[in-house]
């Protein structure tokens, strides 16, 4: 499917009380595969009646108005660590971490260098701290450092729900491995809070289920938060707010111990205004 260049909106008519589910809405005007139109809602490009909606399985009703925003260009990522072996970059939220159009392959493109490579991962979702190797020796020493728990991350947070409590840890397994979560609340306010995430392990989505299963989900969360559409401020919410803030670990070639940092993207600061969160 070609590039949006413009705006397209779509009215739902269909009579009688019937509905239809947004992926196959979109599938069918659009004349693209479900998966195609999986692709538009993942990328956070389509609103009905002026809400951003993400769920495939969202129910259309008669006389709802389905807009799809045109793709933004390709960003730039920006380097905020760089030596001989490695580069920290601020991946933007809705870019993937590796493969075709994503952090890995702009860095690449930016910088001329073909060899690098994403050393872990974050959600699409997920903005901030991205570790990319320039060489092979550099990747497999940062793999090794991965496995034997000795890169540390932070991560902010905006969460449902006031935890009630300066700090609370999470241990649970994650698919059958051990997984830690502390975490310590920054500010809140009646049902939200601001928190701060640190892990050594790197379990898929661990925040972000750690947090769910004590019942704070992460706003924005479209696996382990559906919106809570019965409050307005939810609605505008971009995204899961989720933000790399830091990574520090040992120097691939040296054993010295180095930290990055990236600061709050915008929409996550909007966000927290929108809140009333600090």
Not at 73 to 95: F, T
Not at 97 to 103: D, M, V
Not at 111 to 127: I, K, M
Not at 225 to 240: G, I, N, T, W
Request: overall charge positive.
């Amino acid at each position: 499917m070609k590039r949006l260049e413009k705006t397209l909106e779509f009215e739902f008519q269909a009579g009688g009380g019937a509905s239809e589910e947004l992926a196959e809405f979109l599938a069918g005007r659009m004349g693209v595969s479900k998966n195609r139109a999986k692709g538009l809602l993942d990328r956070r490009r389509v609103w009905v009646n002026d809400c951003r909606v993400w769920m495939a399985r969202h129910r259309l009703r008669k006389g709802d108005i389905v807009r799809i925003l045109p793709d933004s260009p390709a960003a730039s990522v920006r380097v905020i660590y760089e030596d001989d072996a490695l580069l920290v970059v601020d991946k933007p939220a809705g870019l993937l971490s590796n493969g075709e159009a994503s952090a890995e392959s702009l860095i690449r493109s930016q910088r001329g260098e073909p060899g690098l490579r994403a050393a872990h991962r974050l959600d699409r979702d997920t903005s901030g701290c991205l570790l990319i190797a320039r060489n092979d020796a550099a990747y497999r020493a940062l793999e090794a450092a991965f496995r034997g728990h000795a890169v540390g991350k932070k991560y902010h947070a905006l969460v449902h729900g006031n935890p009630g409590r300066p700090e609370f840890r999470v241990s649970a397994p994650v698919d059958g491995l051990t997984a830690t979560t502390r975490v310590r609340v920054v500010d809140s306010v009646p049902g939200a809070a601001h928190v701060i995430a640190s892990i050594e392990t790197g379990r898929t989505h661990q925040i972000r289920r750690h947090l769910a299963s004590v019942r704070h989900p992460v706003i924005g969360d479209s696996v382990y938060a559906p919106p809570r559409l019965h409050d307005p401020r939810f609605r505008e919410v971009p995204r899961q707010m989720l933000h790399s803030s830091e990574i520090a670990l040992p120097h691939p070639a040296t054993g010295a111990r180095i930290r990055a940092a990236s600061p709050l993207p915008a929409d996550f600061r909007r966000c927290m205004k929108l809140l009333g969160l600090t």
